[in-house]
């Protein structure tokens, strides 16, 4: 058979090719390929009858004798061709890769379309092995992504040490609970954006070791990991990552989160800007108990705007090492954390322009400290302590300014009368007449004790004519008779 005589399209049953046949064309003749394959049941590859290998039609070798077959669907004892590696996905639904050759490089192509082969089969995979010797290109955006039934997954053979982008490598794989990524090569890495964002079954990821020096964006990484508990970070090199917005969210079992030491002095977003492009680092971890950003630097961060929006179990936080410089929105940075009671931080907002609901919703918070606060350029602080139903206690400072609309609560919880008093001249303001740059430290007012009084028998005396009434008396009036108490005049306390 010669190569004018293979047709594009055919229900060919075999081909037999000789040693020299070549598909790789010439000036004369154009590369060529395998027709493609029309029948129902079939995976539209090749089979290498003898050496039992399954090829694409515009991938099959030149100058080896072989005997093709269509592969049909369902095959899963041949491997397929995919570049210099090899792939199949066995009975047991594992996903094994390894190089062509024993003991060689087996190279998965960069094509640039992110059409894994395995893809079309993904709802079958379980686990994932991949040999020694599995080198990956450049670019493996979603490579094991949507496996809704992958439990595991041995990385351990695959070298990505030329990958620059790995994001959604994992998204959306619902079942993966335990994943090691820690020998990955991740030094010339820049996104792992959504990396694992929808592992809803994930509760432990192993990052220790793992180089993020040249990592631009962690965005998402984590998103809707709901199983996932802790997280450690601590010490890890992220120097050139500028954004970690929503990094966490919605991974309502973390209770823990360890950032202590990492450098990501580069960041600029750990929650939004202008309210309108996206959600916090922390975003709704209804369980997040405890979260170490000591010695974090965040001197080029300019969103947390909802940073730890919804974190309802988180009793105390400590951002004193938060430098806020640059920060311009910081609108419902708190909001909805009922279980918060104590909050370090020495916030420099001279550059905030929103605080709107910052605090809202902080109903277990009793004092806030906000003296170092300058509102110069804020723009909207409504609702700023709407919610705070335990507030008592408020501190501000001389740049702090209500001329912008209403930042202090306007609640009059049970007991107290909704003003505020000052320490300054002891007036008792309402929450709309706080004064503008005066530094205070305003307490909630008590409601005023009420005066009951109390109706003793002997209060009273009632004079009718020549009888008078003592509280006590008979039936017929007379003052012989022996004293009753009269029916209408109880004894009230």
């Given amino acids: 058979m010669d190569e004018k005589s293979i047709p594009k399209k055919s229900s060919l049953q075999i081909i037999k090719l000789g040693p020299s046949f070549s598909f790789c064309g010439s000036s004369e003749t154009p590369q060529i390929a395998l027709p493609t394959l029309d029948g129902d049941n079939l995976t539209g590859r090749w089979v290498d009858e003898e050496r039992q290998v399954a090829y694409n039609p515009k991938d099959a070798p030149s100058n080896i004798a072989a005997t093709y077959v269509p592969q049909k669907l369902g095959d899963r004892t041949t491997w397929n061709a995919y570049g210099s590696s090899l792939w199949l996905i066995d009975d047991e639904g594992c996903l094994a890769i390894g190089p062509s050759q ?13 059409g894994w ?7 079958l995979v379980t686990s994932i092995s991949i040999a020694d010797g599995v080198e990956a290109p450049k670019d493996i955006l979603g490579m094991f992504s949507s496996m809704a039934k992958l439990h595991s997954a041995d990385l351990s053979g695959l070298d990505t040490s030329k990958t620059e982008n790995m994001a959604s490598l994992f998204c959306s ?26 592992c809803r079954s994930l509760r432990s990821v192993t990052l220790s070791g793992i180089d993020l020096s040249s990592a631009t964006t962690l965005w998402r990484m984590f998103r809707f990991c709901d199983s996932l508990e802790t997280i450690d970070l601590s010490g890890l090199n992220m120097s050139h990552v500028e954004g970690m917005r929503e990094m966490f969210l919605q991974c309502t079992s973390l209770k823990f989160v360890n950032l202590n030491g990492a450098n990501i002095s580069n960041v600029k977003k750990l929650g939004s800007t202008g309210g309108s492009d996206g959600q916090g680092m922390f975003h709704n971890c209804a369980s997040l108990e405890f979260v170490d950003l000591s010695s974090v630097n965040t001197s080029k961060v300019v969103g947390m705007g909802g940073m730890f929006w919804g974190c309802e179990q988180l009793k105390s936080l400590d951002l004193s090492s938060f430098n806020t ?7 419902r940075m708190f909001s909805a954390c009922g279980s918060l009671q104590s909050l370090v931080q020495s916030f420099d907002t001279s550059r905030v322009t929103d605080m709107a609901e910052m605090f809202s919703g902080c109903s277990a918070l009793k004092s806030i400290d906000v003296s170092g606060f300058d509102t110069s350029k804020v723009e909207d602080m409504s609702g700023m302590f709407s919610g705070c139903s335990s507030l008592e206690s408020i501190s501000v400072s001389d740049t702090f300014s209500q001329s912008v609309t209403g930042s202090f609560p306007e609640f009059a919880e049970e007991g107290f009368t909704g003003k505020w008093i000052s320490s300054v001249d002891g007036i008792a303001y309402s929450s709309d007449g706080i004064p503008s740059n005066i530094a205070a430290t305003y307490t909630a007012q008590v409601n005023p004790p009420s005066q009951k009084t109390k109706i003793d028998k002997k209060m009273f005396s009632v004079d009718v004519g020549s009888a008078v009434y003592t509280g006590f008396g008979g039936a017929d009036n007379s003052l012989d008779q022996p004293k009753r108490p009269i029916p209408c005049l109880t004894d009230t306390a």
């Fill in 173 to 198: 794989d619902f079942l993966l609970d335990l994943i090691d990524i820690s020998m990955l090569d991740t030094g010339n890495a820049t996104s792992l954006e959504s990396m694992f964002e929808g």
């Fill in 325 to 331: 410089s640059q920060v311009t929105d910081m609108h």
């Fill in 117 to 123: 082969p395995w893809s079309e089969e993904r709802s």
């Fill in 102 to 114: 024993s003991g060689g490089r087996g190279v998965i192509p960069d094509d640039g379309s992110h």
